[in-house]
């Protein structure tokens, strides 16, 4: 049986990143991943400025890589008013499926066991470890985070509570000649909205998330396209002139807007398996990559012999809380108006008198550097 002081089961931003944090400190650390890297994943792939100084401490500097930095915002309604201001602290583009492979390469380098291609089937608690079932090895470890997404046959396992889903999301890469790589574009469409934003290469990541119950009115991603999306001109003339690069959009219909719980079992949750931030924010990656170090900290306190675990648990509990509840609530809040068409007709033309509310929106759901 394999020892660790913690194992990692889920190798996106949030469990590579922590996975990284923990080993740069002398802790043995091994992470699960069910797939293979690279893989492109539903992301918005928008980084908050407040994440970068966290990136470049773990050792990725993505300020050399020539990456867009965004640093305005262009919002439409269904019948395409449109107002614009500024991005908040801006932020950069890069796409999953580069940044998930950049933090698996600093992991190894550091030191990291990563199983990849491989799930958990079991796990145990007692006398203070864990125990972890994978298909061809056993695990133990001192310390378990749950950093596997927004859905896992983990959650089986963990008995968490499935949170009903009301939404599905798309996500596509495209290039098209007129998308200005400074800005950040939210075109609301009935039903939803498609946030999109400048990438690695010149392309454009374009993710929409869209209410289950019009998809199930079309009930093909085509007629979604062209009957409900297109009916923002924005979105229509992206569809009709753009050059779509992946084979086909990428999808997910777990979705919940809300925090699930961010301990478990004796486990700590962190990115998405602690709480969603409606895509609209921008600011999952950022949410992700701030709990891993929150939940860095406490641990490595705990494996200190600093503190004991009840005291990790409820420090980890009450910082997240403190960190995430009113960036998920307001976000969601607006996420809920987007979407409707005739507020967001409303709200875009009165925020088109009254600039300052663009502002005041997006502030709430952006954090302080970390």
Not at 43 to 48: L, N, V
Not at 152 to 161: A, E, F, G, H, P
Not at 238 to 251: I, M, N, Q, S
């Amino acid at each position: 049986m394999m020892s660790y002081d913690c194992v990692i089961i889920g190798g996106g931003i949030s469990g590579l990143s922590l996975a990284v944090y923990l080993a740069q400190s002398g802790a043995q650390v091994a992470v699960i991943e069910k797939k293979h890297y690279p893989q492109h994943k539903v992301c918005g792939e928008y980084i908050s400025t407040e994440s970068l100084g966290f990136l470049e401490r773990l050792g990725l500097d993505l300020r050399d890589l020539c990456l867009p930095y965004m640093s305005g915002l262009k919002v439409s309604s269904p019948l395409g008013i449109t107002v614009k201001g500024p991005l908040s602290i801006g932020g950069m583009g890069l796409s999953r499926y580069a940044l998930d492979h950049k933090l698996y390469q600093l992991a190894l380098e550091n030191g990291v066991l990563l199983y990849t291609d491989t799930t958990a089937r079991a796990i145990d608690f007692k006398e203070e470890l864990f125990t972890i079932q994978l298909p061809q090895d056993t695990l133990s470890a001192k310390t378990l985070v749950g950093a596997y997404g927004k859905n896992s046959n983990i959650d089986t396992v963990l008995d968490n509570q499935q949170l009903a889903s009301e939404y599905i999301a798309l996500k596509y890469h495209i290039r098209h000649a007129g998308f200005d790589p400074t800005t950040v574009e939210l075109h609301s469409f009935p039903g939803g909205y498609c946030g999109m934003s400048a990438i690695e290469e010149g392309l454009v990541n374009m993710s929409c998330i869209c209410k289950k119950s019009v998809f199930k009115k079309y009930n093909s991603i085509p007629a979604l396209e062209s009957k409900v999306l297109a009916q923002n001109p924005y979105l229509k003339r992206y569809f009709e002139e753009a050059e779509f690069v992946l084979d086909k959009p990428l999808t997910i219909s777990k979705l919940h807007f809300r925090i699930n719980t961010p301990v478990k079992d004796h486990v700590l949750l962190i990115g998405d398996a602690a709480g969603n931030i409606a895509p609209l924010s921008g600011n999952g990656m950022s949410i992700g990559l701030s709990s891993a170090l929150l939940a860095g900290t406490a641990l490595l306190d705990y494996l200190a012999g600093k503190t004991d675990r009840p005291a990790m648990e409820q420090k980890y509990r009450q910082q997240y809380y403190q960190h995430f509840s009113k960036r998920i609530r307001v976000a969601r809040w607006v996420h809920s108006l987007l979407g409707k068409k005739y507020l967001t007709d409303a709200g875009i033309a009165l925020t088109r008198l009254f600039p300052f509310l663009l502002k005041l929106f997006s502030k709430p759901i952006h954090g302080k550097p970390f």
